[in-house]
């Protein structure tokens, strides 16, 4: 069964920092593009940050561009969501996500090109 698990939310004060992962079990993503989206009360899933298969292209959405850094370890099957300078509208459920398709350079930051997710972990920015 394949699963994606997200870790490492929690609450942080505005200008601090926190570090989300996501396990990918079952089967490897090796080769296939990540990404992370994020869902606030109310509104939308939306992109946050992706990364290449080859784990050598990242891609952000202007919100969270030099702010968060996005990297995976492909010997772990592991990838990581570094969140610096957290605002409060930053508070929203992270999700881990992995594409259906394979591609080293691609990265795709519609949510109908991912087919798998994580049940999400909740990061809460106090202001």
């Known amino acids: 069964q394949v699963q994606l698990a997200e870790s490492g939310g929690g609450l942080v004060q505005a200008g601090g920092s926190l570090s989300v992962s996501c396990v990918a079990s079952g089967r490897t993503f090796n080769y296939f593009p990540m990404g992370w989206f994020r869902q606030a009360p109310g509104k939308e899933r939306e992109f946050v940050a992706g990364i290449s298969g080859n784990g050598i292209y990242t891609y952000y959405a202007n919100s969270v561009k030099d702010r968060f850094t996005i990297s995976r370890d492909n010997a772990k099957n592991t990838m990581y969501l570094q969140m610096n300078s957290l605002e409060f509208e930053d508070t929203a459920v992270y999700y881990c996500?992995?594409?259906?398709?394979?591609?080293?350079?691609?990265?795709?930051?519609?949510?109908?090109?991912?087919?798998?997710w994580g049940q999400g972990t909740p990061v809460t920015v106090s202001s």
């Open positions: 996500a992995a594409a259906r398709s394979r591609s080293d350079s691609g990265i795709p930051s519609s949510r109908t090109n991912y087919g798998y």
